[in-house]
């Protein structure tokens, strides 16, 4: 036999599908889930937890729920079903309010983030502006300290040369140099007339 549903073990075991739901979450029945996500239970499972009824002909499970039972395990299973709903919107609330806070947050964090950056970019305008008075304050002293060195040169210059005129002047107004004499020619010294005698080096070789 093929594993079974929810609905269709609660059909066999003569339950309402909130105890079938409630013994797989407890542990007591093993089921396993489906690609869609459902419940699928082996039969010698359901049968080892809630005992079934078997046909003595044919060997199947029979199916042990009235249509009273079936009627009563609905109007049961509204309650959960209706309970699980308002669990499901609660959650559902309380997400909804999360998602909100969350939204409200992260606007306020892009508000919080373009305030800085409006503030960064002002300062940052600020001190170009700082920072252009600054280098054509520095380049105004710059030219009037050039200006007045060459200023002072150009003075210089033009000491320099009235004083080189003047001393050409002046020298234009002395008179020549005297030339010096010629420095005398020393006399020779008088030759010697007296001459002595030859001296002998050895005496005692007189002959």
């Known amino acids: 036999m093929s594993k079974l549903s929810l609905r269709e ?5 003569g339950r309402g599908k909130t105890t079938i739901h409630a013994a797989i979450n407890d542990g007591r029945l093993t089921a396993e889930r489906n690609e869609a996500g459902g419940y699928e239970i082996d039969p010698a499972e359901l049968h080892r937890v809630f005992p079934l009824k078997v046909d003595p002909d044919t060997g199947q499970f029979i199916d042990q729920r009235t249509p009273k039972d079936s009627k009563d395990s609905e109007e049961a299973e509204r309650p959960s079903l209706s309970l ?13 309010g999360a998602l909100a806070t969350a939204e409200q947050e992260l606007a306020q964090a892009l508000r919080e983030i373009e305030r800085l950056k409006i503030e960064a970019e002002r300062e940052t305008r600020h001190a170009r502006e700082l ?22 040169a150009a003075a210089h210059a033009a ?49």
Do not use: C, N, Y
């Open 131 to 152: 920072a252009e008075k600054e280098i054509g304050h520095l380049r105004e002293t710059l030219e009037v300290e050039r200006a007045a060195k060459t200023e002072l």
């Open 9 to 13: 073990a609660a059909k066999l075991a």
């Open 159 to 207: 000491h320099l040369a009235d004083l080189r005129r003047e001393l050409d002047q002046m020298r234009a107004l002395m008179p020549p140099p005297t030339p010096l004499p010629p420095a005398p020619v020393p006399a020779p010294a008088p030759a010697s007339s007296l001459t002595s005698p030859p001296r002998r080096w050895w005496p005692w070789r007189r002959s």
């Open 84 to 96: 699980a709903l308002s669990r499901t919107a609660t959650r559902t609330g309380r997400a909804g």
